[in-house]
């Protein structure tokens, strides 16, 4: 005996919306499971690690226009970057405009070189730039400026000395 399976649906038949419905539901799970997997892994420029700060530069308790400020965390990981204003204001930027630093201790640099660059005698041609601000604070490791920052710390304030 010979049994034939036959069918009354086409080959190719269209999705019915109960199909349709259930497809675009698997697919829209897909992609927002894809997305979360992403924005975990590479933070989405939203890193809970990073807390805003700002603060004021004083250079002998005046306000110091234009100075460099490094926050420095741990070594595999970016410093954070902020100019002072002309009222010695700076806002830290790590990877997105004013987003802060690093929680947890960081070293500090800060450094401000003249406006007026200096030819070296010896090679013409070549620029020097004088440092305005004492050249221990260039450094990290030298500056002695130590700042923990948590999340929702208040302003500080980073105070340099000539001597």
Do not use: W
Not at 92 to 120: C, F, M, W, Y
Not at 135 to 141: G, K, R, T
């Amino acid at each position: 005996m010979k049994y034939h399976l036959v069918s009354n649906k086409p080959l190719f038949s269209q999705p019915t919306d109960a199909t349709r419905n259930s497809s675009t539901h698997i697919l829209s799970g897909i992609f927002v499971a894809v997305i979360f997997t992403f924005c975990t892994i590479t933070g989405c420029n939203n890193s809970p690690n990073i807390v805003p700060v700002q603060g004021t530069v004083l250079l002998d308790g005046k306000p110091l226009e234009g100075a460099a400020v490094l926050f420095h965390p741990k070594a595999d990981e970016r410093p954070a970057v902020g100019t002072t204003d002309k009222r010695g204001i700076f806002h830290l930027t790590t990877r997105s405009q004013s987003d802060g630093a690093h929680v947890g201790l960081n070293k500090v640099s800060i450094t401000k070189e003249s406006d007026e660059p200096q030819l070296n005698d010896v090679e013409e041609g070549i620029q020097d730039f004088t440092l305005i601000t004492p050249a221990q604070y260039a450094s990290p490791e030298l500056s002695g400026i130590e700042i923990d920052v948590y999340p929702g710390m208040g302003s500080i304030t980073l105070e340099m000395t000539s001597d």
